[in-house]
T-cell receptor
Framework: GAGVSQTPSNKVTEKGKYVELRCDPI?????LYWYRQSLGQGPEFLIY????????DSGLPNDRFFAVRPEGSVSTLKIQRTERGDSAVYLC?????????????FGPGTRLTVL | GESVGLHLPTLSVQEGDNSIINCAYS??????FIWYKQESGKGPQFIID?????DKRQGQRVTVLLNKTVKHLSLQIAATQPGDSAVYFC?????????????FGGGTRVLVKP
């Protein structure tokens, strides 16, 4: 398949633990986005990468959240000292650079549950 | 901050009838308005979009209407089918914003009754 993939599909962790969520974008897409979706809500923007650099991280809620994209392809969202309020579905999307929002393709998401 | 929102959280529709999903937005500077469909366990899927300089756009069985005077967006689905059961989100997009990030509303659940 040529779509956006995310692993794991589900992650259950305990409060205070560290987690990593992975996103594999569509091949050739230089733009990559992370969104967070709480139950019954629309996705909320977290961070945007253009290539290897984070061009906009204004949506990250606090310094416990960090994301990297070292080679301009796969990205990892890292959450330190997880809290119960971090429980949500974390969505990744990718697009070709410069295209409007319609051309962001979303992955299935990682459901994170913090106990 | 500015946001996109919806009027109705749940819409029950008889199979074969037309569905209308509404959305209010507040950012008049947005360049595109987009409708997404999200099925359980999946990411949002693009349905149709409309540029801010248009009033109406039609796709296959779907029509999006934009009323900039009252900042209102709607999605019409013709001859609703069981496969249309999902949560629908409107989103707005500013081309000038870094990376064309999307701002989503809260969603409307559509339930199609056989």
């Amino acid at each position: 398949g040529a779509g956006v993939s995310q692993t794991p599909s589900n992650k259950v962790t305990e409060k205070g633990k560290y987690v990593e969520l992975r996103c594999d974008p569509i091949s050739g897409h230089t733009a990559l986005y992370w969104y967070r979706q709480s139950l019954g809500q629309g996705p909320e923007f977290l961070i945007y990468f253009q290539g290897t650099g984070a061009a906009d991280d204004s949506g990250l809620p606090n310094d416990r959240f960090f994301a990297v994209r070292p080679e301009g392809s796969v990205s990892t969202l890292k959450i330190q000292r997880t809290e119960r309020g971090d429980s949500a579905v974390y969505l990744c999307a990718s697009s070709a650079s410069g295209t409007p929002g319609r051309e962001q393709f979303f992955g299935p998401g990682t459901r994170l549950t913090v106990l | 901050g500015e946001s996109v929102g919806l009027h109705l959280p749940t819409l029950s529709v008889q199979e074969g009838d037309n569905s209308i999903i509404n959305c209010a937005y507040s950012n008049s500077a947005s360049d595109y308005f987009i409708w997404y469909k999200q099925e359980s366990g999946k990411g949002p899927q693009f349905i149709i979009d409309i540029r801010s300089n248009m009033d109406k756009r039609q796709g296959q069985r779907v029509t999006v209407l934009l009323n900039k005077t009252v900042k209102h967006l709607s999605l019409q689905i013709a001859a609703t089918q069981p496969g249309d059961s999902a949560v629908y989100f409107c989103a707005e997009n500013m081309i000038k914003a870094a990376g064309n990030k999307l701002t989503f509303g809260g969603g409307t659940r559509v339930l199609v009754k056989p």
